[in-house]
């Protein structure tokens, strides 16, 4: 996984709340085996005007020049600003896989679904929660100001704009520090592996019937 | 001390070990494995060379992209066959037990694991599925994870998780006649929106709930995550029980006794603490139908579709335009004048036997109606249909002119070759109308199996009661 630590990058902001994970990454893309290759395919009902199917090329289909990252001014943008209850729905992990694929380090909202949240931090990618009258100041700020970007410092915890306000985030202490370190946490499981042993060792004396042999 | 809820009586009964700051290694019991979300988790295992830690713990079934006609001819999209036979070979090289897509056992991972007692009461049950949630109507702690969780327990049977809060949703009352689980839990994520329960485990309680069936509380159960909540669960009681007696892998003899006498300690103590509690009051819930592109877009029957002028919040008045303009629907349209195209009966939401019956009653001895260009029936498993046609459902529903299909997810998700074409709308017993869900374009309306199949009949919306 790719460390996170301080990022500065241009901001899309995609102004309507309950952002499904099927309107991430349509249904038809998910029958890939692999983890990778998702961005073209992101918001791909939204971003194009045809019907997308996995294996065509995409850079012969018609875009929608209504979409915010199709317009010039968010080429780029590695940051997504969006609103409430962004990511709900399904728990397909190839929501956060197509949104870093795209280039997207970060996601601003004032709330996220629990599973897309979650997976995220597993992606390299930092779900930020600011409060609903901040991201509702930010979506004006973008509008009024082309190239509008943002400095997301991980290490402090602050989101900073170009006029120097400064907005601070929580972020759990232990999912910072793997995101901070690019950590697979298998590997830290592992280094518990005889607390588990002790933990099933128990569990077999107490529910002997959860165990086929 | 406080008494306990039924969450943190399942918490605390897994927890392997939990550093100061409430961060904890959550023991699994049972691991649910589908094809569209496990292949870059057995991937991940062969790169590190790293086993699967508990192979008994595992069952895992092909469902989202089996075709659900013609399945003797394999499946037609080369596409969706290397992502099942991917599960077949991951499954043979890591030695976990498989129903594959010929196996009269194979279904939707919701239905079959509690149809084989795979699900037992206080497990804890994940799948990389959202909708796992389901399993909870039995006492479980259940709820969906991403492809890196699904790796993370092949390897280590364990999860990294906080604690979520606990919210009870206490549905008094009885419900009337023509009422299901399905109309309950709408009218739930209709009252507390579609992140009400983001944060919490939700415990579904009260006398609706109880009187309802083991097949009914998991139709409530598995929405609760379209209401927010990872996980939502009901207390065990008699029924609870009795449902697995005599199942596969459900324990017999005296492991049966003492599994059983377990169970009976799983429900809320009287005292125990929620951090939220929401009360309903059941007799006043109608058959709901949704209206809109969020499932908390819903009314009951009898209603219209809403006005998004009269909504105050700004954000969410455009969300509904946005909904209306998709969904090609005029504020103040009554909602029994809308026609629809399509009927899917199925899915992990209403595709068990239970659902298939309260259907099948309402369209005995009619016909579907001239503008309905398909209505079909996915029966959620194997054996689901095997029952259904030893009951002789399936030739009623042909006789009214339902296609009688083979078990998997089908048009919920429209990930195999079932779908709807852009603009066309259809009356689903599915659990999700977000845009595009059942296909680019499609236009979904949630409802209960009886709501469906009525509307199948008059090919438009309308209420079952006086159906």
């Known amino acids: 996984m790719k460390p996170f630590t301080r990022h500065t990058g241009i901001v899309a902001p995609l102004d309507r709340p309950n952002v499904d994970t099927d309107a991430i990454i349509p249904k038809q893309f998910l029958k890939s085996i692999k983890r990778s290759g998702f961005g073209p395919n992101l918001f791909d009902e939204w971003r194009y005007l045809d019907r997308g199917e996995p294996g065509i090329d995409n850079s012969k289909r018609p875009l929608n020049p209504e979409f915010v990252l199709n317009q010039a001014r968010y080429q780029g943008a590695s940051i997504l600003l969006a609103r409430e209850n962004f990511g709900c729905g399904s728990s397909r992990e190839h929501a956060p896989w197509a949104l870093e694929d795209f280039g997207f380090r970060a996601i601003i909202a004032p709330s996220y679904a629990d599973i897309f949240y979650n997976n995220c931090f597993k992606n390299g990618v930092l779900p930020i929660v600011l409060d609903a009258a901040v991201v509702g100041e930010l979506f004006k700020e973008i509008v009024t100001h082309p190239g509008y970007r943002l400095t997301i410092d991980l290490h402090t915890q602050k989101v900073s704009t170009p006029s120097g306000k400064e907005y601070s985030f929580a972020v759990d202490a232990f999912r910072k520090h793997c995101l901070l370190n690019g950590l697979d946490d298998i590997g830290l499981t592992l280094q518990h592996v005889d607390a588990i042993r002790a933990y099933e060792q128990q569990r077999r004396v107490v529910a002997p019937w959860l165990f086929k042999s | ?467």
């Open chain 2, 1 to 467: 001390m406080a008494g306990r809820a039924l969450y943190d009586k399942l918490w605390d009964a897994h927890v392997v070990r939990s550093d100061a700051d409430g961060t904890a290694f959550l023991y699994i019991d049972r691991h649910l494995v589908h094809e569209v979300t496990s292949p870059q988790a057995f991937e991940g295992l062969r790169i590190a060379s790293r086993p699967v830690w508990r192979v008994d713990s595992v069952l895992a079934t092909p469902d989202h992209n089996v075709p659900t006609d013609g399945r003797a001819r394999g499946i037609a999209d080369p596409v969706s066959r290397v992502q099942v036979e991917t599960l077949d070979q991951n499954c043979q090289e890591f030695g976990l037990t498989e129903f594959g897509m010929s196996d009269v056992r194979q279904g939707i991972v919701h239905v079959i694991g509690p149809e084989q007692g795979a699900t037992l009461p206080g497990m804890t049950v994940v799948c990389g599925d959202s909708h796992t949630s389901t399993h909870g109507a039995f006492g479980a702690l259940a709820f969906g994870i991403g492809t890196s969780e699904v790796e993370h327990v092949l390897a280590t049977q364990c999860l990294i998780q906080k604690k979520s809060r606990a919210m009870l949703v206490r549905v008094n009352g009885s419900l009337g006649a023509g009422v299901t689980a399905k109309d309950v839990v709408l009218a739930i994520i209709g009252r507390i929106g579609t992140a009400g329960g983001t944060g919490y485990a939700i415990e579904f309680g009260g006398a609706a709930i109880q009187s309802l069936s083991v097949e009914g509380r998991m139709t409530v159960c598995n929405m609760a995550i379209e209401a927010g909540a990872r996980a939502g669960m009901v207390a065990v009681d008699q029924k609870t029980i009795d449902y697995f007696h005599g199942r596969p892998y459900a324990p017999t003899g005296e492991m049966w006794t003492r599994a059983v006498a377990a169970w009976r300690d799983l429900q809320s103590d009287a005292d125990a603490v929620f951090d939220h509690i929401v009360e309903l009051d059941g007799s006043s819930i109608a058959p709901q139908v949704t209206w809109g592109t969020s499932p908390e877009m819903v009314v009951p029957i009898m209603a219209r579709v809403p006005d998004p002028a009269q909504e105050t919040n700004a954000v969410k008045r455009e969300g509904m335009r946005a909904a209306l303009k998709y969904m090609g629907l005029e504020a103040n349209t009554p909602i029994a004048q809308i026609a629809v195209d399509k009927v899917f009966i199925g899915s992990c939401t209403n595709s068990r036997i239970e659902d298939l019956r309260a259907a099948a009653a309402v369209i005995q001895g009619r016909r579907i109606a001239n503008n309905i260009k398909l209505a079909m029936v996915v029966p959620g498993s194997g054996l689901v249909k095997q029952q259904a046609e030893k009951e002789g459902l399936d030739k009623l529903f042909s006789a009214a002119g339902f296609e009688w299909r083979e078990p998997g997810c089908s048009m919920c998700l429209a990930m195999n070759a079932d779908r709807l074409e852009p603009g066309e709308r259809c009356a689903s017993t599915s659990n999700r109308n977000f845009e595009g869900r059942q296909g680019a374009g499609g236009r979904t309306h949630l409802v209960s199996p009886a709501m469906a199949a009525a509307a199948a009949i008059a090919g438009h919306f309308v209420d079952v009661r006086n159906f």
